[in-house]
């Protein structure tokens, strides 16, 4: 059975950081393109960023560069989603998705991805 499983979100104040993770189960992440979406209370869901199958390439909203950065550990099967100098604009939901191709799909291309974890609040608030 193919499924994501995200965890690491919190309370934090700006300025702070967080570690975001997608455990996955049934997949080869060294198959799949995984990506980071959010999704603020009102708006429409986003993408943050994409990581190749391969893992050499990635990309990110521009509003998280230089502060967000997206890794993976085959081993583990996981993903992850380092977050640093969060600022309030990054509260929101947090997912993972994977898209099955081993390119990341166009950026926040919502109906690329196959398979969505289930999501893990992040506040960014004093």
């Known amino acids: 059975q193919f499924r994501l499983v995200e965890s690491g979100g919190g309370l934090v104040q700006p300025g702070g950081s967080l570690r975001l993770s997608c455990v996955t189960s049934g997949f080869n992440v060294d198959a799949i393109a995984i990506g980071w979406f959010r999704q603020a209370a009102g708006k429409e869901r986003e993408g943050v960023s994409c990581i190749s199958s391969a893992g050499i390439r990635q990309n990110y909203l521009e509003s998280v560069k230089g502060r967000f950065t997206i890794s993976k550990d085959s081993v583990k099967n996981t993903a992850f989603l380092e977050m640093n100098n969060l600022e309030p604009e990054d509260t929101a939901v947090y997912y993972c998705?994977?898209?099955?191709?081993?390119?990341?799909?166009?950026?926040?291309?919502?109906?690329?991805?196959?398979?969505w974890g289930q999501g893990t609040q992040v506040t960014v608030s004093a």
């Open positions: 998705a994977v898209a099955r191709r081993r390119a990341c799909p166009f950026p926040g291309r919502v109906v690329a991805y196959d398979v």
